[in-house]
């Protein structure tokens, strides 16, 4: 069975940095690309960022260009999204989530508030 | 970047009812997909590549569409059906999603 499990999130204060991880399981992590998708409080989703299979290439949308980075590390089966520079506009719940042009699966979601 | 249009934003339907749910892009996309979120819970990947169902899904549920133009169908409403559901494509980076439609019971 598929799982994605991310921790990480939290209250951090604008400006500040926060590092989200995903833990995935019941597949072959190193064959997939993976992704961070965002959903605002009562808002839609948002795609935030997309890492290839074996980490050489990287997406991201503008608005988090520059400050935040997708990275993985295959031999722990993990996933990250580092966040820098964290503006209020970046509250949200984060999710990882297995990437082919589309989400298969998704993880539970971890909360981000940018709050001073 | 591909803006894509979802609408209605919200409606209802009755158990037993046809509902189309429809996805119009600003720009000609190779595939549409869907996801289904129902509220406090994760997205669920609904349809993919415009017309196959994911795993579990009811066949009660059809997609279809081509270029700019894609729609959701749901034969026969049932009540678990009532979430909201969104469009994404991923033709081209950023990839984007629908602003959403909340399908209710009635």
């Not at chain 2, 934003?9 to 595939?31: D, F, H, I, N, Q």
């Not at chain 2, 669920?44 to 196959?52: A, F, G, M, P």
């Not at chain 2, 700019?68 to 409403?77: A, E, Q, V």
Request: hydrophobic letters at 30%.
């Amino acid at each position: 069975e598929v799982q994605l499990v991310e921790s990480g999130g939290g209250l951090v204060q604008p400006g500040r940095s926060l590092k989200l991880s995903c833990a995935a399981s019941g597949f072959t992590f190193s064959d997939y690309n993976m992704a961070w998708v965002r959903q605002a409080p009562k808002k839609g989703l948002e795609w935030v960022a997309t890492i290839s299979y074996d980490g050489s290439s990287t997406y991201y949308r503008d608005s988090v260009k520059g400050r935040f980075t997708i990275s993985r590390d295959n031999a722990k089966s993990t996933l990250y999204l580092q966040m820098d520079s964290l503006r209020s506009e970046d509250t949200a719940t984060y999710y990882c989530a297995r990437a082919v042009d589309y989400f298969d699966y998704w993880g539970q979601g971890v909360m981000v508030t940018v709050s001073s | 970047e591909i803006v894509l249009t979802q609408s209605p934003t919200t409606m209802a339907a009755s158990p037993g009812e046809k509902v189309t749910l429809t996805c119009r892009a600003s720009s000609s996309v190779s595939y549409m997909h869907w996801y289904q979120q129902r509220s406090g819970a994760s997205p669920k990947l609904w349809i993919y590549e415009t017309s196959k169902l994911a795993s579990g899904v009811p066949n009660r549920f059809s997609g279809s569409g081509s270029g700019t133009s894609y729609s959701l169908t749901i034969n026969s409403m049932e009540t678990e059906d009532a979430a909201t559901y969104y469009c994404q494509q991923g033709s081209s980076y950023p990839w984007t999603f629908g602003g959403g439609t909340k399908l209710e019971l009635k």
